[in-house]
């Protein structure tokens, strides 16, 4: 039994307990049945009364409730359709009680979150408009009146979030372009003279609009700024290089030049102002200087004469070179013809390095052609035979690779530009052939000098007889030999198979490479072997002149060391130069 059922048949109990005490008082008092009755009777209406207000509470109550459910569905419906979720279903059966503290329950839920949701979209748009005003965009479309759904509410963030990058990258390259226009104003002198530049450079930052035009006018301002501060230090870097240029040719002294060394950096406009004005001082200078920097702008001439390569016809093409009436207008020709070079050399500059490369190899080549030929370097004591020898071999390999090198550069270039390409006057490769023609024909009038000069020497010795070559030795040179040596007998057909003796160590070490021969040993009968057998008088072509003199450096050595020591065969020399063609 329900404990409220205990309850109301106690209330039963207590109310028969009250009528019972209160039939035992009217006994007492001899209150008379009629008036019993009508005491009863008001008894009885009383605890009617109370029992029927007491039900019509409850009855109330239960009306409340079920109003109360069927506003909290109607109000859980409206508010399940505007945020846009499953209407709320009870689970099993429940009482009017509970179902209505559920709903009530239900609705207060519904309406924090559909108020948050409200909230929420309202400070979403208050940010958007004010991302918007700054950003100069179109604002986010989205009903203010109705309820968002969460995912209407989580684009709403994300485009609040993009706007607040677009807005942090807009103003970082705001004040990056800012703070670069503010430099080169500075650096230019310029005051800001429109209403955007004054909004850019005097407003506050924050409340600049970051427009997609605005910065586009930005980048515009200050590439304009940027291309005035180029102009303007291409035009202080021309005339800081007049200034050089006019110092150089006035030859204008340190002390005088320091004193305008504060304006030699920097291209702001008193900085442009000042070296206008010392150019200006100088070109006057120049003025009341004619000769003296007419001369020194022949002597710049020449020198880029000597970088281009021309020849003495292209010099003598420049009469004004040769003029001695120094006046205003023959400057200007050798300052007209000084820009044409400098132009000119630019343009071509890596051909013309290239070609006074093969220039550099050339002269070296001919320089060990020169050495090839002297005696006296199979006697040096520092190895510089050696030394020699590998810079010949390394001399052999570039200058032809070179010479092609520059040949497939050059052809390019006479098909790029339609015209000859030119050293001292002819194209490159003709002046390369004729060096190459000139070096063989002085090879060969070397040749036949020395070809006469050995036929003299014969004749001379036919008659009159041969003078032995063999000089005193050297004390403290000459290794310990027994007291007697056989000589050997030597002739022309072992000359290439004469091995060196072994076991004789001169003084010369550096050399003993070359089949250990003693070099220094005070034997000058090599010395006719030497001049005869030249290597300019042999080789002609690279392959000729490694296999040649590789084979003198062996045969003399040793041919020196045997003949020279004994002193027999004075002749055999001269007859080993002929053999060779010399």
């Given amino acids: 039994m329900r404990r409220s059922e205990v309850l109301a048949e106690e209330s039963i109990v207590c109310l028969q307990k009250a009528l019972n ?3 035992e008082i009217w006994e007492l008092i001899g209150i008379p049945e009629d008036q019993r009755l009508q005491r009863t009777e008001v008894v009885k209406k009383h605890i009617k009364d109370l029992l029927d207000m007491m039900i019509a509470e409850e009855e109330s109550l239960k009306e409340r409730l079920i109003k109360s459910i069927s506003v909290c569905q109607k109000e859980l419906n409206t508010l399940c359709s505007e945020l846009h979720v499953e209407p709320f279903q009870e689970e099993g059966e429940t009482t009017i009680l509970q179902l209505e503290k559920d709903l009530r329950t239900q609705v207060e839920l519904m309406r924090k ?20 005003e700054i950003l100069c965009m179109p604002h986010y479309d989205i009903d203010s009146n109705s309820v968002p759904s969460l995912e209407e509410l989580n684009q709403f963030r994300q485009h609040v ?11 970082e390259e705001f004040v990056n372009i800012k703070r670069q226009i503010i430099l080169c104003m500075e650096e230019l002198d310029h005051t ?8 850019v450079v005097c407003e506050d930052e924050d409340a600049f609009c970051l427009s997609l035009e605005n910065i586009a006018t930005l980048q515009k301002l200050l590439r304009q700024l940027e291309m005035r501060k180029s102009q303007n230090e291409a ?14 040719r006035l030859q204008i002294p340190a002390e005088e030049r320091e004193a305008v060394a504060t304006v030699m950096t920097g291209s702001k406009a008193k900085v442009k102002k000042a070296l206008q004005l010392e150019v200006d001082r100088l070109e006057e200078l120049k003025m009341q200087n004619m000769k003296k920097v007419i001369e020194a702008i022949r002597v710049e001439l020449a020198q880029y004469w000597d970088q281009c390569f021309y020849s003495q ?28 070079l400098k132009n000119y050399y630019e343009v071509h500059k890596e051909l013309f390095e290239g070609v006074q490369k093969w220039e550099e190899s050339w002269r070296l080549f001919l320089e060990f052609e020169r050495k090839a030929s002297d005696p006296s370097r ?65 090879k060969e009038r070397a040749k036949q000098e020395r070809q006469l000069k050995n ?31 056989r000589k050997p007998i030597i002739t022309s057909t072992c000359l290439g198979k004469k091995t060196p003796q072994a076991g004789r160590n001169g003084a010369n070490k550096e050399n003993l490479e070359l089949n250990g021969s003693i070099l220094s040993g005070g034997y000058p009968a090599l010395a006719p072997l030497q001049r005869n057998f030249s290597i300019n008088s042999v080789a002609s072509t690279y392959s000729e002149f490694a296999v040649i003199h590789l084979f003198l450096i062996s045969t003399s050595l040793w041919g020196a060391h045997s003949w020279g020591r004994v002193g027999i065969f004075p002749r055999a020399p001269r007859l080993l130069g002929q053999f060779f063609g010399g």
């Fill in 455 to 485: 036929k003299k020497q014969t004749e001379t010795e036919m008659l009159y007889g041969s003078i032995p070559r063999t000089p005193n030795k050297r004390q403290g040179l000459t290794p310990n030999r027994p007291g007697k040596v």
């Fill in 192 to 199: 800001p003279d429109t209403s955007f530049e004054r909004d």
């Fill in 235 to 248: 035009v202080c870097e021309g005339l800081r290089a007049q200034i050089r240029e006019l110092w150089d």
């Fill in 21 to 23: 005490h209160l039939r």
């Fill in 113 to 132: 979150q559909k108020k948050e949701r409200r909230q929420e979209l309202k400070l979403l748009q208050e940010q958007d408009q004010e991302l918007c």
């Fill in 313 to 340: 016809e292209q010099r003598q093409a420049f009469a004004p070179y040769y003029d001695e009436d120094y006046t205003e207008n023959l400057l200007q020709l050798h300052d007209a013809e000084i820009v044409r």
């Fill in 161 to 171: 979030a993009t706007l607040r990058e677009t807005k942090a990258s807009r103003r």
């Fill in 378 to 442: 199979f006697t040096n004591r520092g190895g510089n035979l050696l030394k020699e020898e590998k810079q010949r071999a390394k001399l052999q390999k570039t200058l032809p690779k070179l010479e092609e090198e520059l040949k497939a550069r050059i052809e390019t270039w006479e098909q790029e530009h339609s015209k000859a390409f030119v050293v001292n006057g002819q194209k490159f490769m003709e002046y390369v052939m004729e060096q190459w023609e000139m070096h063989r024909l002085e």
